[in-house]
């Protein structure tokens, strides 16, 4: 069980997948930068937020739903959960996570997907077995299934992002091409730090020129 304080965002897991040097930045130094990409994202959710909640088909639809859990030291919100009824009458929550993009190829989006899920059975004592993630580009749901290897992914994720920001250590920078549609680009400059050229040799190369 985890205090209070030490609590970290439920987002920080995606990035901690994606990128443990964008995480780093926006959970240990509480660096942000927006784009074109994060914008767009943060107008959808605010859009989901505002216009999802409701009633539609028999399922209860709530938007900007808060969580936490003690056991996993997370807390934010599902962008929405449905609560359609099983055969025994039950409401049975189903989150959906809402992405600008596309399927991305690693698990980040699954994973905080499924911390959702936990967060409510911890809250609500049953068990979620699936979820959706709903993206902006393909227009499409992507079903999760929250099978036992996805749980003990998300959890085994989710201790080492606790021991990452207790480091408080942010990584040296890797370029690889998902860098330039990162909002970090300018700020954490992969090509350029990755080189790692010391002040010494770059003084020493500087007076060696004609």
């Known amino acids: 069980m985890y205090p209070e304080e030490d609590f970290l965002q439920l987002s920080a897991l995606q990035h901690f997948i994606f990128c443990q040097r964008q995480c ?25 937020h505002e216009e999802m909640s409701g009633k539609r088909k028999g ?14 030291g997370l807390s934010g919100k599902a962008d929405v959960v449905e609560f359609p009824r099983n055969d025994a009458g039950q409401w049975i929550p189903f989150p959906i996570e809402y992405k600008r993009g596309k399927p991305k190829i690693d698990d980040s989006d699954k994973v905080q997907l499924c911390a ?14 699936e979820g959706a993630l709903f993206y ?24 080492r992002l606790h021991e990452f920001i207790e480091k408080g250590k942010t990584p040296k920078p890797v370029y690889t091409p998902k860098c330039d549609s990162c909002s970090f680009l300018h700020l954490c400059m992969p090509k350029t730090i990755e080189r790692g ?6 003084l020493f190369e500087e007076i060696q020129k004609p």
């Not at 399922?59 to 996993?72: A, N």
């Not at 902006?136 to 201790?159: Q, S």
Request: aromatic share 4%; charged share 30%; net charge positive.
């Open 24 to 48: 780093a930045l926006i959970h240990i130094e509480q660096a942000w930068v927006e784009n074109q990409f994060t914008a767009e994202g943060r107008v959808m959710h605010d859009t989901v």
């Open 59 to 72: 399922i209860r639809i709530e938007s900007g739903v808060p969580l936490r859990s003690c056991e996993l």
């Open 116 to 129: 959702q899920a936990l967060c409510l059975e911890e809250v609500l004592g049953l068990r979620i077995p």
């Open 136 to 159: 902006g580009k393909t227009r499409r749901r992507l079903e999760v299934p929250f099978d036992d290897a996805l749980r003990r992914l998300t959890k085994d994720t989710v201790c």
């Open 197 to 202: 050229v010391s002040v010494k040799k770059y």
